[in-house]
């Protein structure tokens, strides 16, 4: 997935997540700065980001919280049933998107290929810089003291300097465990 960088580090107060704000219209051109690709969902107790196309991206997100309202917020069974309906569905198997979910305890990764996928060390990222977010925010958890907020900042900023699809116009949510 090109044209975002959209990052989710967990610690022990909670979870952080942060979405740059680029925009890309092919290869050459940035359409907009301040996009928002991380919002609060489900009572604004979900934490998702998403990366791809945009309107892939917006019907992923549509069906998802309607999961989420059908499971009353449980984060892993509404991914586990988004994750299968999105691989079975004649139309939704064509989306190019990718999410990443959070309630505060823990972080899913969603994909087409029917993957929910929890990382093991509490960090996930997507999009064409999410490489580079994740592993300068693995340098930082494993050898500062910083919170998960600082850490996806930080992180955001260094992933920024490397990929041309990624800018500095963060969206920065967080959710505390509950």
Known sequence: ???????????DRGVAMAGDGQVTLGQQ???KHTARKVRRIYKESILVGFAGSTADAF???????AKLEQFKGNLPRASVELAKEWRTDKYLR???A???????TQILLLSGNGDVIEPDDGMAAIGSGGSYALAAARALKRHTG??????CERS???AAEICVFTNDKLVVETIDKG
């Open 1 to 11: 997935m090109h044209a975002t960088t959209i990052l989710a580090v967990l610690d």
């Open 29 to 31: 051109t940035v359409m």
């Open 59 to 65: 019907t992923l997100l549509e069906r998802f919280e």
């Open 94 to 96: 064509r989306l190019e």
């Open 98 to 104: 990718m999410l990443l979910a959070s309630d505060g």
């Open 146 to 151: 910083m919170a998960a907020r600082e850490i």
């Open 156 to 158: 955001m900023a260094i």
